[in-house]
């Protein structure tokens, strides 16, 4: 005897509800597979061709082109100080006064003495002129002659020396004017009117702030300037100048352009820099000796390339690449070859074109080939 047992109509009803959620699932995935993928929104810019300046700031100190001791060429008392300390001087200015008369006193004996000569070459002139015809009848002998002749050579030796003894105290009193050998600015006196000088005392210093040097460091890892050296080290000579402009301890730019005109020819080994020197005209003295500046240095310039934000490049195993959008709105990956950063964002040299439109934003979850949902960027977001 068998026993059935009637089915609940609840039993039923869950059935029908499995059934059904089944079949709506499959209908979702069926539309997905057929076109209907969700396209993630992106933000991007459209691709010009620009040009663009690569520049590098390096912190410097600011020097005088020349910098000139001034020195005493003749001993004696500093009589006068002709100039303002820390004023402007022009060259061949006087700047001191030694006490000119022991000076003046010496010339004055030089030139007797060269008189002196001058008429003890007279006579022996004459002397030679007489023992010559003498000779010349048999009435003197040889050894007169050659007497005659040793005197006359010696009274021309004797003129000459006391000629350059003339000239060594003309020169030495003219030395008694202390004139600067360069324009520029005066320092302190370094001694006082009524000291007794030696000679090649030290009076005071000029240097020279027009034009100005500003010295700084590059680093040896620097690409951009590097070449620049490595053409010093090779014996090219410094054709390598660069346009610089300067940058004053209040951040205010320094109205006159300047140029980088020398680099080292080795690399300093404790700091691992090369030593360089920017040139900057100076007519105002508005730039001073010892003035911490910062050189902004003009270092590469590239035309025909596409200036990209710095976010849009994605880093992978085959390197630097970017996402574009193609004509269908569908994201491509896009390897490319990435040149220096500047002002106006990362440079692109290859892989992008002109008016191709590139994701700057959005790219996490971005794969090759999905459809995205372009929005252009703003003013401010594009460059």
């Not at 001034?70 to 303002?84: C, N």
């Not at 324009?183 to 702030?209: D, F, K, P, W, Y």
């Not at 574009?324 to 290859?350: F, K, M, T």
Request: with cysteine; hydrophobic share 40%.
């Amino acid at each position: 005897m068998s026993l059935s047992f009637p089915r609940s109509p609840w039993r039923h009803a869950a059935l029908f509800t499995v059934v059904v959620l089944l079949l709506t699932g499959c209908e979702s995935d069926s539309d997905q597979q057929g076109g209907q993928m969700w396209a993630p929104p992106v933000t991007v810019i459209t691709a010009q061709k620009s040009s663009a300046q690569v520049e590098q700031i390096y912190a410097g100190r600011v020097r005088g082109a020349r910098e000139v001791e001034v020195r005493t060429r003749v001993p004696g008392i500093l009589e006068e100080r002709l100039f303002e300390e820390g004023q402007h001087v022009e060259e061949g200015e006087a700047l001191f006064r030694i006490d000119p008369e022991p000076f003046a006193a010496v010339l004055q004996a030089a030139r007797a003495e060269e008189q002196s000569a001058a008429a003890d070459l007279s006579q022996a002139e004459r002397e030679w002129r007489r023992i010559s015809r003498l000779y010349e009848q048999d009435a003197v002998s040889q050894r007169e002659r050659d007497n005659a002749r040793s005197a006359l050579e010696l009274a021309e030796a004797r003129v000459a020396l006391t000629k350059a003894r003339t000239a060594q105290a003309q020169l030495e009193l003219r030395y008694t004017r202390v004139e600067a050998p360069l324009s520029g600015i005066t320092s302190l006196e370094v001694l006082s009117e009524g000291s007794l000088v030696e000679r090649g005392a030290l009076l005071t210093t000029i240097v020279q702030n027009d034009p100005i040097h500003v010295r700084f460091s590059i680093p040896e890892a620097d690409a951009a300037l590097q070449r620049a050296a490595h053409q010093a080290m090779s014996g090219e000579g410094n054709s390598h100048s660069r346009e610089a402009s300067l940058i004053l301890p209040d951040d205010s730019l320094y109205g006159r352009s300047g140029e980088v005109d020398f680099t080292a020819s080795t690399v300093d080994p404790r700091t691992g820099t090369v030593s360089a020197r920017a040139v900057f005209p100076n007519p105002d003295n508005l730039l001073v000796p010892g003035q911490f500046a910062r050189v902004r240095v003009l270092l590469q310039s590239f035309d025909d390339i596409v200036l990209v934000p710095e976010a849009a490049i994605v880093q992978g195993p085959q390197g630097p690449s970017l996402y574009v959008v193609d004509e269908n709105d569908h994201a491509q990956l896009r390897r490319v070859s990435l040149g220096p950063v500047s002002e106006g964002g990362r440079i692109v040299l290859e892989g992008v074109e002109h008016g191709e439109r590139v994701v700057v934003n959005g790219q996490v979850g971005l794969r090759p080939g999905i459809p995205v949902t372009p929005q252009q960027a703003d003013a401010e977001g594009s460059l």
